[in-house]
């Protein structure tokens, strides 16, 4: 799986921040993490020189770097990094590195600034091109929560991607009792899909309600036979009992119908062996309806992935499936 098909951990939806740094005259560091793809605005200009859309330092007169510190809005291994530098052509950086750290949630911003042993070389020092998604793959066993930008020595980036597994502190999470074992911040994956060519398969799992339409999953219209489906891992195995299938904002391209199957599937096994069983039978969908099952819901026993079966085609903002997790410490 390429690294890019993974959660942006870094990102403003899942509660990820640009905590500080030392330097954003000409272009807030909060830039670095918002949700859309950069902009350029020919013409706009701010007191401070050229408006870019992104995190830009001035222009560096001594030795040394500029850094930018990020608070990971889901804590996890990281796979890759794109480090966006579009627009920035005469003023990117050299070079950039990243730093991790896996620190308590209420470690300061101090601590982060001035302990130099919380942190860990995730990307050495690397060569980066203007204009460009710049993308590195990274393989580390270390879970993170913070990171720490560098860019040498000076210069502007339009946006920090960071892609990788969602790891939970399942210590703090159980204690809570029943929860949404797909839901992203509990290591929830979306694996694979038939199609989302309206609308990605991520969104499925995301937190809240869904903003509008295009923050759901929405396939094409299908013109054949068969139906459009999802497979999704658990963020660990668990007895599911409840579930919500909510098609809020799909008015006239909601599913017909729906069902869900779950299996039981061993570390080393492929998705396409599992041997499914009936979790929610096919069932009725309204538009722009959340949908509560309970009685419906089949009793498996624990279970490590689901497969969502929508009939034939269509939307779905968010799905749901609440149970006890089944995890040893």
């Known amino acids: ?45 701010t007191d401070r020189g ?60 101090d601590d982060l600034v001035n302990a130099e042993d919380l942190w860990a ?47 939970p502190d399942w210590k703090r999470i159980i204690a809570h009792g029943q929860l949404d074992l797909a839901a992203v911040e509990h290591g929830g994956r979306v694996l694979s899909c038939s199609d989302m060519f309206f609308g990605n398969r991520h969104n499925l799992i995301m937190p809240g309600r ?17 139906h459009d ?12 009992d409840r579930v919500e299938v909510d098609t809020s904002w799909f008015k006239g391209n909601f599913p017909e119908s729906c069902s869900l199957e779950a299996a039981n599937i061993g570390v080393s096994q492929e998705t396409d062996t599992a041997q499914w069983q009936p979790l929610l039978a096919r069932t009725q969908l309204q538009a722009h309806t959340r949908h509560l099952f309970e009685r419906e819901i089949e009793e498996l026993g624990p279970v490590s992935h689901v497969r969502f079966n929508i009939f034939p085609d269509g939307g779905v903002s968010r799905l749901r499936l609440y149970g006890r997790p089944f995890i040893a410490f």
């Open 210 to 226: 869904a903003l509008d339409m295009s923050d759901g999953w929405e396939t094409k219209r299908r013109r054949g036979p068969g």
């Open 229 to 240: 489906w999802v497979i999704i891992k658990l963020g660990c195995p668990g007895q599911i």
């Open 121 to 167: 070389e995730l990307l050495p020092r690397s060569d980066l091109l203007g204009d460009f998604q710049n993308s590195f793959a990274i393989q580390t066993h270390e879970r993170a929560t913070h990171l720490r930008l560098k860019i040498y020595p000076d210069g502007g980036v339009a946006r920090l991607r960071v892609f990788g597994e969602v790891i």
């Open 50 to 109: 050229k408006w870019m859309d992104g995190w830009e330092s001035r222009r560096r007169r001594t030795p040394g770097y500029d850094w930018c510190l990020i608070r990971l809005g889901l804590p996890g291994l990281i796979r890759g990094v794109i480090v966006d530098t579009s627009f920035f052509r005469g003023n990117y950086p050299e070079q950039c590195s990243i730093d991790c750290a896996s620190v308590e949630p209420l470690t300061t911003v």
């Open 1 to 45: 799986m390429e690294f890019t098909e993974l959660i942006d951990l870094a990102s403003e939806r899942l509660g990820g921040s640009v905590l500080s740094a030392n330097d954003d005259f000409f272009a807030s560091k909060d830039n670095l993490i918002k949700a859309n793809s950069p902009v350029f605005v020919e013409g706009k200009y």
